[in-house]
């Protein structure tokens, strides 16, 4: 009984006086190529307040978020094991009518930081569930980004040539009670340049509804590559005009193999905004509405999410009602988004969250979608729906989704 009094898997992390709580995702998603032969490998080690030897190469640090790789498409505000997605059999993708499986990854794969690390954590902030973002000490600290190889040595055991490979070297302030999210940035592709992005959130000192869905967007591209100028690759604009509808299904006209959906009144290809900057950090939020819960039910059952990817639309798409996006470019407007020409891109957010991280994110025909907006959640044996708050992030050929849901400090009533 002594024994196993005095187990215990991680020792007790001292509190914080005045934290700040911060988030940090590796954007870089450009693998090397032919066209990019000389930019950074999208793997990383993040490093606050690092040590460094006589050389000015940093061997520890007061955090270290090791293996840090490529986000994931789909991010919630709470931790669900984000950083032991790292070996076997992993992500699928769909290419030429066929499922492929991708090899398996033999060394540890954090997609952000904290991920599931055993570190202190933000609560509920003005109502959100924000425990994916880890507690900071306030105040400056020196934030290092290091390009590390990708196998399974711990940074401190790397080779000092392998330490000394910075990507960048800033120092910033943290405010204490504040919520920042950074992340590495690809500024300039073909000239190898790359920043630091930090959002200072302020959706936690804003008022939302609870029965409505807000949804926001920024754009972090860089620099169009040289490949995209020359029509090698699909990649975003410089300025981006966003429409956007609610989709609803037809149950008169829809059947077993076939879904029709009418728009719900009044959001129908409305226009949103134009992003004619990048790297903003101010971020307004699209009021959309929240559908009764009958709106999610068919004749008493829940209805279904669309599969990832879509292998062929016609035969099954999925029965919930979805939120989609155009995004076209604002250089070369268009009269009608829907038409869908080459200057437009459509975002369905149909998909189930549990399943859209599983795939490819290489595989164009997923980075067309991303999870349903509405939040499903199943207590009791009852499911019920509730409003989120969705920040989209476009970078350079795709969208990441991060989802911010409502903190439950009970089981969630209707």
């Not at 520890?60 to 790292?86: K, W």
Request: with cysteine.
């Amino acid at each position: 009984m002594a024994f196993i009094a005095g187990c215990k898997k991680y020792a007790i992390i001292p509190s914080l006086k005045d934290p700040a709580y911060i988030r940090v995702f590796n954007d870089l998603n450009n693998p090397v190529d032919v066209f990019h032969s000389q930019q950074a490998a999208p793997f990383l080690t993040f490093l606050m307040d690092p040590k460094t030897d006589g050389a000015g190469i940093p061997n520890d640090a007061a955090v270290i978020g090791d293996a840090l790789g490529t986000r994931q498409l789909f991010s919630l505000s709470y931790p669900i094991n984000e950083a032991n997605s790292s070996t076997g059999d992993q992500l699928i993708g769909y290419v030429n009518g066929s499922y492929i499986l991708e090899p398996p990854v033999l060394y540890p794969v954090n997609h952000e930081y904290p991920g599931n690390a055993p570190v202190l954590s933000a609560s509920f902030i003005n109502g959100f569930d924000l425990s994916a973002w880890a507690q900071a000490p306030s105040g400056k600290h020196r934030i290092m980004f290091v390009v590390r190889p990708q196998n399974a040595v711990g940074f401190k055991d790397l080779s000092t040539a392998q330490r000394g490979n910075i990507l960048l070297d800033t120092t910033v302030n943290f405010e204490k009670g504040e919520v920042y999210t950074l992340e590495v940035t690809s500024r300039d592709l073909d000239n190898n340049k790359y920043g630091l992005y930090i959002r200072q959130e302020q959706f936690i000192h804003q008022s939302f509804q609870a029965d409505k869905v807000y949804v926001g967007f920024t754009n972090l591209s860089g620099k169009t590559p040289i490949a995209g100028q020359y029509g090698s690759g699909f990649f975003f604009w410089d300025k981006i005009n966003i429409n956007y509808s609610y989709n609803i299904l037809n149950d008169a006209i829809s059947n077993a193999t076939y879904f029709s959906y009418n728009p719900y009144p009044g959001y129908d290809n409305n226009y949103y905004t134009t992003l004619n900057t990048k790297m903003d950090t101010d971020i307004p939020y699209l009021t959309l509405p929240l559908l009764p819960e009958s709106s999610f039910f068919y004749q008493a059952l829940i209805r279904t999410y669309s599969p990832v990817p879509l292998s062929n639309p016609a035969n099954y798409q999925g029965s919930l009602p979805y939120f989609s996006f155009v995004l076209s470019n604002a250089d070369s407007p268009v009269s009608n988004p829907n038409t869908f020409p080459v200057e437009t891109f459509r975002l369905d957010c149909s998909a189930d969250p549990n399943t859209i991280n599983n795939y490819d994110t290489r595989n164009s025909s997923v980075t067309n979608y991303t999870p349903n907006l509405n939040l499903v959640v199943n207590t009791g044996n009852t499911y019920h729906v509730y409003g989120t708050l969705n920040i989209m992030e476009i970078v350079y050929d795709r969208v990441y989704l991060m989802q911010v849901q409502r903190g439950f400090n009970e089981i969630p009533k209707n």
